[in-house]
Every structure is written in C-alpha cells, then in structure tokens.
C-alpha cells in the first residue's frame, strides 16, 4: 500500500467533534446528557464506538465487563498491543467530552494509520471504558481494573439506587458477571497505555497551551471530621464564652488552605460542612465536615496532612471545642512512565508546542491501567476548566492537535519499542 500523506490542518480534529456530536445522542434522559454504566444509553453507546471502531480499520467487540475493545493490528498479527482510551460513561447531566475524548481520539488516530497505510511493530487497541465516574454503583474505575487483573469480586453485589445489583445489571447489558475476573491481560500481551483527557481545569487555558503532558496522578487523603462545641442563644450568650463549632471549623478552613497553599502541587479542600442545628439564632453545636488533600508527591502530601491534623487540634484545644477526625481514606499518587513521557514530548514538541507538565488532580482510568502496565496521559484544553458540566467545550483546533500528538507519539514509542 502507497503511504499517504498527513492531512491538511484541523481535519482530524473535525472528525473527532462529528464523531463526538454522535455519540452524545445517546442519554438515559432526553433534555441532557446522562449516560450511566451498563444502562441502556451506555449499551447503544457501546454499539455505536464499535461501529466507528470498524469504519476506522479495527477489529471490535464488547467484553464480559461493558468495555469496548477496537484492535488494529501490527505489522505481524497477534503482536503486544499499545492500548489508548478513556470512557463513555458519564456524570448527570454532563458535557461532551470528559472521557469521550480521550476514545474519540485513539479512534481517529488509527484511522488516520490506516488511511496513510502505516502498521506498527506492535498492535494498537483502543479501550472504551464504561465505569469511570463510579455514578451508578459502589465501585472503583471497575471496567478498567478488569482489564487490569484487580477487579473486585465483591463489587458484582453492590447495588444501584434502586436496589439493582451489579450483577444483574451485567446480565441485562449483555455481559457476563461470571467471566469480568477473568478479563486481566498478561502484562506480556501490553506494551502500554496512553490516556487523552480534557484538563478539567484553568492551567492550559491561562498558559495558552493546548496540551500538557501528565507528570503523575495525584495521591488522595480524605478525612471525616466532627467539631462539636456548645450551642446556644445566639443574643446572649457573650462571645468571649462561646463554644461556637462554625468558627472552629472556620479557622480550622484557613489554616488548611494556607498549609496546602506552601506546596505548589498540593490542593486541600474542606468541600462539605454540615451545621447544626443550623438555625439563624443559635449558635452551633456541632459541624459535620469532608477534608481532601491531593498531591502527586505521598510524602509530601502525608507531612502536609500531619501538619493540617495538629493545628486543627491546636485550635480545637484554644477554643474549647472537641475535633473528632477520620483519615478514612488514602489511595497512593500514580506516577507515569518515563518512556511514554518522552514519546508524547516528541509529539507534543513536534506540533511546536511546549512540552508543559502537570500532575492529574483528579482520578482516570490510567491509574488503575497503571498498575497493569506502563502508563502516561495527556491533557486538553477545556474552556474554562469547566467540566462536569453542559457547559464544558473543547476546540476544533485542539481536537486536531490532540489527535496528531497521539498519532506521532505512537510513532514515536514505536521507534523505540519494535
């Protein structure tokens, strides 16, 4: 086959916002986007990437756990594959591209191979995960950690609001509750992962860049905390003699951002408070709180909350007031792979770009894939940093960067991994 050659400037990206534009038809509520794992939206969903997959040269079908899988081969049938993707499942009410990009991308990628006639030394498979936001069931990125080899078994019991468990759920889908265990890869049988994702933030957009290289995923810590102090009348009760839960909590509030803000890379956050007795009149007893402390460094980030956790007593003690705290959660920082850094920094350099990094605050499925393989991700610019949201937008133009950086990083690796 005749190479052919690159296509003119922002094509590709057009292709990916048509390709977006008929995915985001398929929603479990008309008005808005809610596309939630293995409802019947995410199966007709499901059917329609493994028919772009096909019109883009792969091979495709739909494993045991709802993940869409599109293999193209390498220059010798059933060589190690690179895998590219992200997922199809959505938030209530979501935008257009979180997750469906980063599909969207690897899609266009290879076919954009094949129209060039261009294989590789490995296989390239694209994975269209359906479990990332974890809306639906009490579980934990689990079409990716199937794939992975850490899928819990447990989890096939957890149940939906209306009382659906998981594995009936799969049944209903077309899976195979039965067979999701048995979906992890020989790490033999993966040469790696790449995973595109709208930034989901204001660092690209103020920079001016249309894409960054992911240096890590941040570690997560997440405390349930009680400040209780004493209500009381609100007009005469002396303020010298309050035990006032609101205020604790409030100064304990700024003594967490201003710890967090030493570390350029660390976010803290006190997101949720729940006073009581909540009344304009009284003074509160009692607080509810959710501390979130991220950072791609775990030391780092466990010295900060050391630190956070002991003034937050301090002030408990000054004000006379009681801190219950729960660190109830910890999930290691997801460090990505020097190798397929220096392929995307190849292709991102490529394009004229500045190769910036920045570590992932929020979870993806390349930290469960990480643990099966090497991993790296890239960011794209959103509007705004908005996400999570109807409002969330990306550019033509930045679709067609992504699209190209994928394309050239996946050369790239190839010159050094055949």
Excluded at 20 to 39: F, H, I, M, V, W
Excluded at 63 to 76: C, L, P, S, W
Excluded at 243 to 250: N, P
Excluded at 384 to 404: F, K, L, M, Q, Y
Aim: hydrophobic letters at 45%.
């Amino acid at each position: 086959m005749i190479a052919m050659p690159p296509l003119p400037t922002t094509v590709l990206g057009e292709r990916l916002m048509t390709l977006a534009a008929d995915l985001n038809q398929y929603t479990d509520e008309p008005g808005r986007l809610r596309r939630l794992y293995l409802s019947p939206a995410h199966r007709a969903a499901a059917e329609a990437v493994m028919r772009m997959m096909e019109a883009a040269g792969m091979s495709a079908h739909i494993d045991a756990a709802g993940t869409v899988v599109g293999r193209y081969e390498g220059i010798e049938p059933g060589a190690p594959a690179l895998l590219v993707g992200s997922h199809i499942d959505t938030v209530v009410d979501a935008g257009s591209y979180d997750g469906m990009l980063g599909v969207l991308a690897g899609i266009v990628a290879v076919e954009e191979l094949a129209r060039r006639g261009e294989r590789m030394p490995f296989a390239i498979e694209v994975l269209a995960f359906g479990d990332e936001e974890n809306v639906r069931f009490p579980t934990n990125l689990s079409t990716s950690q199937a794939i992975a080899g850490t899928y819990d078994r447990a989890w096939l019991d957890g149940r939906d609001y209306d009382g659906m468990s998981l594995r009936e759920a799969l049944l209903a889908f077309g899976g195979d509750p039965e067979a999701v265990t048995q979906l992890g890869r020989d790490p033999s049988s993966v040469k790696g992962y790449i995973e595109f994702h709208i930034e989901q933030g204001p660092v690209l957009e103020r920079e001016n860049l249309p894409v960054g290289i992911v240096s890590a995923i941040n570690g997560i810590t997440r405390a349930r905390g009680v400040v209780t102090g004493e209500a009381g009348h609100a007009g005469t009760v002396p303020m010298a003699l309050r035990r006032d839960a609101f205020a604790a909590l409030s100064e304990m509030n700024l003594a967490v951002e201003r710890i967090g803000a030493r570390d350029p890379s660390t976010v803290a956050t006190i997101g949720m408070a729940k006073v009581a007795p909540n009344a304009s009149n009284v003074i509160p007893g009692r607080v509810d709180f959710m501390l979130d402390v991220r950072a791609p460094d775990d030391p780092v980030r466990h010295a900060i909350v050391e630190e956070m956790v002991a003034e937050m007593r301090d002030i408990a003690a000054r004000r006379h007031v009681a801190l219950d705290l729960d660190l109830y959660f910890d999930a290691p920082a997801t460090a990505m792979d020097a190798g397929l850094m220096r392929a995307l920094e190849t292709a991102v350099t490529g394009q004229g770009i500045g190769a910036r990094h920045l570590p992932s605050g929020a979870g993806h499925d390349a930290m469960a894939m990480a643990r099966l393989c090497p991993s790296a991700m890239v960011f794209v610019r959103c509007k705004g940093g908005i996400s999570h949201n109807p409002a969330e937008s990306i550019t033509v133009d930045d679709a067609d960067v992504a699209v190209r950086v994928l394309v050239d990083a996946i050369k790239a690796f190839a010159e050094h991994n055949g």
